[in-house]
């Protein structure tokens, strides 16, 4: 899932963000059941990279949401690669989604995917509360205010 043990940024499993959208669409499908789906969006937080403990502070918060988060990007041949960490398991799990979406991709392509419909879609928000759903609001707002500055800086 990253690029080598010691880099935190997140290497994508598929060739796309719609690509890696409809991989999470068919492995959310394999559950029916609520706390079964919950628990493997947890397994997948636990998957995350290591989040270097001197990059949890302010300049990488994500403000807006209910747990701690935080966030870091970089640049790397013109794709935007992404580290993130939370203080909170299921919150953890809903970032490792984020990532696996957006970590990777041209800044054009984090513009263009709708994760946070795509969530909506699968019904995730709705199963989730009102503060965790503005989480994802505030994580997706993020990633696409970097994924901006990323293609603003390329030009």
Known sequence: MCLSMTDPFVQPQEDTAASAMAALAEEFAFF?????????????????PPYPAEWQDAAHKVEGC??????????????????AASDAAIVAGLVAMLLRIYSGRRPDEVLA?????FLKELDLIGNLSANRGNGIAAMVARIRALAARAAA???
Do not use: F, N, P, T
């Open 113 to 117: 995917a709708d994760a946070a419909r």
């Open 66 to 83: 209910q747990s701690q988060v935080w966030l870091a990007s970089e640049l790397r041949d013109g794709r935007l690669y992404l580290a």
């Open 32 to 48: 029916d059941d609520w706390m079964d789906r919950y628990g493997m969006v947890i397994d997948w937080g636990r998957k995350l």
């Open 153 to 155: 800086e390329a030009l």
